[in-house]
């Protein structure tokens, strides 16, 4: 009969976010995990096959935390609004996890489109959200969301980079104007046309 784990999968998992939490998701070695358990690393790799298994169970909790975020903005009207805020404060209070969360979800580089796509386990929500609150399409909910998404990530990783600075009344003037300019575009059925490249002036 196997020896009873020192340390539950949960526990490894939850010491395992902390560290990502502090330091980020690089710093995440079996030594540093140690560390953080006080204890060696053994116990880590009779409950995860490897470092790359653990990591994949600490993706899962952070994405945990965004839908956490969800369910916050529930609780307000417009719900959708409220779920930028919050991703946003995500990203100034937790800077780590947003950017393992929304920015390197599974460590692998993608296109704008399939990054968006990504998050599919979180838009059956947010697309409830949008139809609800505005009254519109599924279709027009996804082209909203894949716009929100890009100010989400954007102004996230400027706050995660400290490479600017935000009242929470500038961030509030700003994705509602922004919010607003893209809801007016998509109800005017001209999301799809073509703008013009830019050309070189000789």
């Given at each position: 009969?196997?020896?009873?784990?020192?340390?539950?999968?949960?526990?490894?998992?939850?010491?395992?976010?902390?560290?990502v939490?502090?330091?980020?998701?690089?710093?995440?070695?079996?030594?540093?995990?140690?560390?953080?358990?006080?204890?060696?690393?053994?116990?880590?790799?009779?409950?995860?096959?490897?470092?790359?298994?653990?990591?994949?169970?600490?993706?899962?909790?952070?994405?945990?935390?965004?839908?956490?975020?969800?369910?916050?903005?529930?609780?307000?009207?417009?719900?959708?609004?409220?779920?930028?805020?919050?991703?946003?404060?995500?990203?100034?209070?937790?800077?780590?996890?947003?950017?393992?969360?929304?920015?390197?979800?599974?460590?692998?580089?993608?296109?704008?489109?399939?990054?968006?796509?990504?998050?599919?386990?979180?838009?059956?929500?947010?697309?409830?959200?949008?139809?609800?609150?505005?009254?519109?399409?599924?279709?027009?909910?996804?082209?909203?969301?894949q716009h929100?998404?890009?100010?989400?990530?954007?102004i996230?990783?400027?706050?995660?980079l400290?490479?600017?600075?935000?009242?929470?009344?500038?961030?509030?003037?700003?994705?509602?104007?922004?919010f607003?300019?893209?809801?007016?575009?998509?109800?005017?059925?001209?999301?799809?046309?073509?703008?013009?490249?830019?050309q070189?002036?000789?």
């Open positions: 009969m196997p020896p009873k784990p020192k340390f539950t999968r949960d526990e490894i998992v939850a010491a395992a976010l902390e560290v939490r502090r330091d980020g998701i690089d710093a995440l070695t079996a030594r540093s995990l140690a560390d953080e358990l006080s204890s060696s690393s053994r116990p880590i790799f009779t409950v995860f096959r490897d470092m790359d298994e653990l990591k994949t169970a600490v993706r899962a909790a952070a994405r945990e935390r965004v839908l956490q975020l969800i369910e916050v903005a529930k609780g307000y009207r417009p719900a959708f609004k409220q779920f930028v805020i919050e991703a946003i404060r995500f990203a100034n209070e937790e800077p780590n996890l947003f950017h393992l969360v929304f920015l390197t979800p599974d460590g692998e580089v993608r296109t704008l489109e399939e990054l968006c796509g990504y998050f599919d386990s979180y838009t059956e929500s947010l697309f409830g959200m949008l139809q609800h609150d505005y009254d519109i399409t599924e279709d027009e909910a996804r082209v909203l969301l929100t998404w890009v100010y989400i990530c954007g996230g990783s400027m706050l995660t400290h490479s600017a600075v935000a009242t929470n009344e500038e961030l509030n003037q700003i994705l509602g104007q922004a607003t300019a893209m809801l007016d575009l998509i109800k005017s059925g001209r999301v799809n046309e073509q703008t013009p490249v830019p070189r002036v000789e």
